[in-house]
């Protein structure tokens, strides 16, 4: 019989496999980005609260915040070199901005480490912290689901965003489940599966019968940065 323990493992290198899809997904986008030297609409906040969230969870990970935790520590390694790669390529050709959110973590890291002792407390605030901007990165496509609705279109639906959130957030939640419980990766990532969940029940909903066309480009605002899934 497996143990939990090899299954936690087993679970949470799956987790990390999809996860590395999920920080991988915006890569097409940036390529245009550098080959039309232009951000045009893209907008650099999604990888700004998700460089913050990778490096909270990086954070959170520490053996001496909360131990046992080298698979989250890893996958959000992987991610915040990917997205520290994007911003840069983002700042290359639009206005440089993130300055308070950088500062916003390395205060928060230096509060947790030299005020709060022990891993208990540590991982109370790091891991409430690390649920908000994780609920942040989950529900972001959840933006533009009124004009899908309105228009009748997934045209600028992020399908691949929100197939992989459903598969991270189901990934994750299984492991945080799996005994040691881990209820600050729980709770975020059961929000994420669920956001992920009602993301591909709209697509569902109007990919084969939506207009989906080119005439709405001016229209439609380009704010996840994710490619374009057509159906």
């Not at 899908?148 to 600028?156: A, D, L, N, R, W």
């Not at 957030?169 to 799996?178: E, H, P, S």
């Amino acid at each position: 019989m497996v143990s939990a323990s090899l299954a936690r493992n087993i679970i949470g290198i799956i987790g990390n496999v999809i996860s590395f899809g999920l920080f991988f997904s915006p890569a097409p986008t940036f390529v245009k980005i550098i080959k039309q030297k232009s951000v045009e609409e893209f907008k650099p906040d999604p990888y700004i609260a998700t460089v913050l969230n990778c490096a909270l969870w990086v954070f959170y990970g520490m053996p001496f915040v909360h131990p046992n935790s080298l698979l989250v520590v890893t996958i959000n390694g992987v991610g915040l070199v990917f997205e520290f790669v994007y911003l840069a390529i983002f700042f290359t050709y639009a206005t440089n901005k993130g300055r308070v959110q950088t500062i916003f973590f390395a205060a928060i890291m230096l509060i947790t480490t030299l005020v709060l002792h022990g891993t208990t407390r540590r991982s109370l605030v790091v891991g409430i912290i690390c649920d908000i901007f994780n609920v942040m990165m989950y529900v972001s496509p959840l933006t533009i689901m009124a004009k899908v609705i309105k228009t009748k279109s997934v045209k600028y639906m992020p399908f691949w965003l929100s197939l992989t959130n459903f598969l991270n957030g189901v990934c994750w939640t299984t492991y945080a489940l799996i005994h040691p419980l881990d209820l600050y990766v729980l709770i975020s990532n059961s929000i994420g599966a669920v956001s992920g969940l009602v993301q591909l029940i709209l697509y569902a909903c109007y990919c084969w019968g939506g207009e989906n066309n080119d005439d709405d480009d001016d229209e439609v605002p380009k704010t996840t940065g994710v490619p374009v899934s057509e159906c």
